[in-house]
Structure formats: C-alpha cells, structure tokens
C-alpha cells in the first residue's frame, strides 16, 4: 500500500491527463460557444428595440441570478421529464455555454459602449451601415477591451468544470474522486487535484497577460 505521499505523486499524472485531454476541452468549447452567445446577447442588448433588448435582459438576468449547478441538474436531471435526455458531456456544454454567454455578455456590451460614438459617426459618414461598421470598426476595437475580464471568464470556466462531475463527466476532479473512493485517502488526492488546477490557471495567467502585452503594443504603435 502506497503511503500518503507517494500516491500523491503517482496520482498527479492520472489527474493531469484528465485536465488535459477533457478539463481543457471542454472548458474551450463551452467558452468558444458561450462568447458567440455572449456577442449575440450583447447585440440584442443594445438594439433600440424592446423586445429585443427585453430578451437579451431577461437571458443575462436568469443566468446571472440562478447557480450554474441548478443549471447544470436543470439541463441533465430536469430535461428528461418532459422528454429530452441529453448525455453528460453535451448536457455539461450547454450548461457551461449559456452560463460564459450570460456573463460574457456584458462584458461585451460594456466593450461595445467604451468605443467612442464618434467611430459609429465617421463610419455612417463614409457610408457604412450599422452591421458593416460593428464587425468593421466597432468590434475590433472592443476585443482589445474585452480581453482581460473575458480571460479571467475562461480561468473561472476552467475551475467551474469540476462541477461536471456531479452530472457524470469524467473530468480532472472527477478522476480524483474515483482515486480518492478506490484508497481512500481523500485529503491526498484532493489536494493533487487543486496543484492541478492551480497549474493550470497560472499557465492560463500568463498567457493573459501575454496577450494582453501584445495587444497593448499593437495600439500604442
């Protein structure tokens, strides 16, 4: 029988392979999906007609409001009974990407608002209509802006998947609960997996700031 610390170190391989080969990809599909929702929210947000904006408050209101484990049981426990039964890992990425979408909304938003009206100006008087000059002036500009907190969005994404493991997703926290449950020693494997995560999000840090460095340099030259 392998002592504390021995398992410690043999069960950090296990875990890191699950964070890489499932932990990390579900985390950047559930976030590439989450930012086209976030966008399209965003838009709608913004729009000049009620109902639309309506929507769009209502979407960001609910998911905001509610945790994103009740959304998880909602789509994986709570679907089946009126007839829509849905495997864990689609299950997992429809929870995670409507939770990023509602809070990546507004961060988009906020983006959109902090490029000066005088770029929609100049846009409409060289003839530009609203759609041409939002994906030609208006969003490039507020992806600079939108970088950091939408990093920070994907870190949070990424130590929000343990979750997962409640609706059946075989993730990094999930191997660790199985290695916990066959030894027994769950204070060990607990900790190997938070050094997991922790490594992760420090890797995922600096690349944040990396980017950030090199968007900073684009707009001052």
Not at 164 to 187: G, H, N, R
Request: net charge positive; with cysteine.
């Amino acid at each position: 029988m392998q002592n504390p610390w021995e398992l410690f170190l043999s069960s950090l391989g296990p875990i890191a392979w699950a964070g890489l080969t499932a932990t990390i990809p579900l985390a950047l599909v559930s976030f590439v999906l989450g930012l086209v929702i976030a966008i399209g929210m965003a838009l709608m947000r913004i729009s000049v007609h009620p109902v639309v904006s309506g929507i769009a408050r209502f979407y960001i209101s609910v998911i905001r409001g509610t945790p994103m484990l009740v959304q998880l049981f909602v789509i994986f426990f709570g679907l089946p009974s009126v007839g829509v039964t849905l495997d864990p890992w689609p299950s997992a990425i429809i929870a995670l990407s409507l939770n990023v979408g509602g809070y990546g909304a507004e961060v988009v938003r906020a983006a959109i608002l902090s490029v000066p009206k005088g770029q929609w100006e100049a846009a409409y008087t060289v003839g530009m209509n609203r759609t041409r000059t939002l994906t030609r002036i208006i969003l490039p500009q507020a992806a600079r802006v939108s970088v950091p907190p939408l990093s920070n969005t994907f870190i949070s994404l990424v130590k929000d998947t343990s979750l997962t493991s409640l609706i059946l997703v075989t993730e990094l926290f999930k191997v660790a609960q199985q290695i916990a449950s066959a030894t027994l020693e769950f204070m060990v494997l607990y900790l190997a997996a938070a050094l997991v995560y922790w490594v992760i999000c420090l890797v995922l840090s600096f690349g944040q700031s990396a980017l950030e460095r090199r968007l900073d340099g684009r707009v001052a030259h």
